[in-house]
């Protein structure tokens, strides 16, 4: 079982809608989670963190974070076709900040 | 520079060949860690450098993956003896403490071609 998991996807949403990204982890001692968008050929790019169970808001997208279920999850409203991607949710893990990343969610988002 | 800048954006390399992988951080930035990324696949954690100490080399998939940082600044991923398994991105992230809850800036990654 890998430490992060995540539904690969893809995830087909059409413009407007509200695209639901999930992740579970493993490592009931990790604190801190984030979101990474990857654009094809591009590396990963930081959109969310999150560190307390609950939500927290960052312009379209909402991150949660329930530490009982160790689940994580990705929230994007209004999504846009440029936001097709792949999101992958990472988990830091042992005692150097070492990041473990799920394999992604392919988000694609339809006119 | 502003951001993490990698080098060679691609190499390609023949079975067998040593290659070298360079990463320039973020200047000031204590923590610099390597990442193998597989197409489809997420990341994958090889090495993480506090300063130019190696502090945990769990990841690196074989003796034949090698990398330093003598300085404390640049860093360099060595692959001896490629083979096509070792085809992959291979990207460098870097981070200003050596604990912090931000995660990391990446580089843009070099793609390393076996053939």
């Known amino acids: 079982q890998k430490e992060v998991e995540q539904n690969s996807g893809p995830l087909s949403v059409p413009e407007g809608a509200i695209a639901s990204l999930n992740c579970t982890y493993s490592?009931?001692?990790?604190?801190?989670f984030f979101w990474y968008r990857q654009y094809s050929g591009k590396s990963p790019e930081l959109i969310m963190s999150?560190?307390?169970?609950g939500d927290k808001e960052d312009g379209r997208f909402t991150a949660q974070l329930n530490k009982a279920s160790q689940y994580v999850s990705l929230l994007i409203r209004d999504s846009q076709p440029s936001d097709s991607a792949t999101y992958l949710c990472?988990?830091?893990?042992?005692?150097?900040?070492?990041?473990?990343f799920g394999a992604g969610t392919r988000l694609a988002v339809h006119p | 520079g502003a951001g993490v800048s990698q080098s060679p954006r691609y190499k390609v390399a023949k079975r067998g060949q040593d290659v070298a992988l360079r990463c320039d951080p973020i200047?000031?930035?204590?923590?610099l860690f390597w990442y193998q990324q597989a197409l489809g696949q997420g990341p994958e954690f090889l090495t993480y450098?506090?300063?130019?100490?190696?502090?945990?080399k769990s990841g690196l998939p074989s003796d034949r993956f090698f990398a330093e940082r003598p300085e404390g600044s640049v860093s360099t991923l060595k692959i001896q003896r490629t083979q096509q398994e070792d085809s992959a991105v291979y990207l460098c992230?870097?981070?200003?403490?050596?604990?912090?809850?931000?995660?990391?800036?990446f580089g843009s990654g070099t793609r390393l071609t076996v053939v």
């Open positions: 992230a870097s981070s200003l403490g050596h604990r912090t809850n931000y995660g990391y800036t």
């Open positions: 490592d009931r001692g990790s604190q801190s």
């Open positions: 999150i560190y307390s169970n």
């Open positions: 990472a988990a830091i893990s042992g005692g150097y900040n070492k990041l473990i």
């Open positions: 200047s000031g930035h204590v923590s």
């Open positions: 450098f506090q300063n130019e100490a190696q502090l945990d």
